[in-house]
């Protein structure tokens, strides 16, 4: 079920939100719980087991930190244990077949007649997003930013809550802790997240869906029949659906969680009006961004040990970015990439590029983006050469 949906906005929401503004304020984390369980189960029911194992796991290993606090050796085996269990579970069944694939090309490079048979798996809805989540619970858990929460459906209510589940935005258990607590409900902010919700949800049907079919045109044409000015037309409509589409599920997501009592973290401020790749990803996804500065980036050093272990983190980070989004080579190279373009910017012409007059710059940064996004659209590689 998504947002835009018709069962989702006139069957779904409206029942939910009646019996959430109805019951005690007590029950609402469990209500949410149970609605969010109800939605993800429109995905693929059999994955229900995956995500409540994923909250019990976490959970007891998280309330097991507290019970070891200043025994380091037994805290760090638990912080490991989770991230195996968590990361393992994302890495199975996301990139098993990845590798698989890549192992029977080596063996065919190498004249090998052994093959491995890819393992018939679908993606569990939103694993991606919700792993990130619980993983950095874990960590400020572990690290003492934050304490293990006391309840299961708190915990469960964080995890599975609807509004982010699908496409985010990633949110920090540290930044809405207190509204699992205690949230207020009020006249003002439902006004205010259904006016978000609508804007959204504009976004999505009126603009993505509709630029989006110059796009699909392409694709079916092919890429070896179109003329280069349809290919730049057809990148140009990819680079705006994909902006409306996941700024729009991103703005729904908002609304709803104004709806329901909590503030969420905003994840798009205007990408295309950036004057530099840096600015971009200041601006584009921004939950994704910190979750990757401060899980990863920062523990790596940051830029803190000279200029070659920053290019080196910068490169790590962006590695596993473009590998977050996707089992497939064009994504690795999407996030390399960028990567090298930032190291760049950083290192090379950043400082010559704050000189030149700002359209130039604005064009140069909408420009490489439009192409970065035709080597994150186009997953085969030979197709992607043409």
Known sequence: MVFSS??????????????????????????????????????????????????????????????????????????VLSLFYNLGLLLFFKYTNFFIENINAALRLLDIRWRFYTLNLTLPLGISFYTFQITSYIIDVYLGKTKADTSFISLGAYLCMFPQLIAGPIVV??????????????????????????????????????????WNEVCTIGYESISTPLAWLGAFAYSMQLYFDFCGYSLMAVGLGEMLGFRMPANFRHPYMARSVTEFWRRWHITLGAWFREYVYIPLGGNRKGNARTIFNLLVVWFLTGFWHGAAWNFILWGVYYGILLMLEKYVWGRAMERLPGWIRHAYAFLIVVFGFVIFAITDMGELGR
């Open 6 to 79: 018709i069962i989702f906005i006139f069957v779904f929401l409206p029942v939910f939100l009646a019996l959430y503004y109805i019951v005690p304020a007590k029950f609402r984390n469990f209500l949410l719980f149970l609605g969010s369980l109800i939605f993800y189960s429109f995905g693929d029911p059999s994955y229900l087991f995956l995500i409540l194992c994923s909250i019990t796991v976490n959970f007891l290993l998280g309330r097991g930190m507290e019970r070891f606090e200043g025994r380091d050796m037994e805290r760090t085996l638990l912080l």
């Open 173 to 214: 258990y540290s930044d809405i802790r207190d509204a699992l607590k205690q949230r207020k409900i009020s006249v003002h902010g439902f006004d205010s997240g259904l006016k978000t919700f609508i804007v959204g949800l504009g976004y999505k049907v009126i603009i993505a869906n509709r630029i989006g079919t110059l």
